[in-house]
Nanobody
Framework: QVRLVESGGGLVQPGGSLRLSCAAS????????MGWYRQAPGKQRELVAG???????NYADSVKGRFTISKDNAKNTVYLQMNSLKPEDTAVYYC??????????????WGQGTQVTVSS
């Protein structure tokens, strides 16, 4: 059974930092990519940052220069270091892992979400 366990969310003041972690277990096939999405109230879920199997990264324009995604392949864990947080970063953050099913079609797995609130 696939499990994605997220941690690290919480309440932080503007300008502060948080580090999110997501540990994946039970994934049978290779992981193609890992990433973080977020969804604010009344808005669609959006990609925040992604990291491919070889390690290339991509970021939403709104977080470039402030957030850093990284991963530990041995632990199947992806991290999101968030610095200089702004109130508009407030959202539920979801971990995503893209792997394959038994027919080799892409398959996405999602974490349960962790709340990040940036407020004074």
């Amino acid at each position: 059974q696939v499990r994605l366990v997220e941690s690290g969310g919480g309440l932080v003041q503007p300008g502060g930092s948080l580090r999110l972690s997501c540990a994946a277990s039970g994934i049978t096939f290779s992981i193609d990519a890992m990433g973080w999405y977020r969804q604010a109230p009344g808005k669609q879920r959006e990609l925040v940052a992604g990291i491919s199997s070889p390690g290339s990264t991509n970021y939403a324009d709104s977080v470039k220069g402030r957030f850093t995604i990284s991963k530990d392949n041995a632990k199947n864990t992806v991290y999101l270091q968030m610095n200089s947080l702004k109130p508009e970063d407030t959202a539920v953050y979801y971990c995503n892992v893209r792997s394959r099913d038994k027919y080799w079609f892409p398959k996405d797995y999602w974490g349960q979400g962790t709340q990040v609130t940036v407020s004074s």
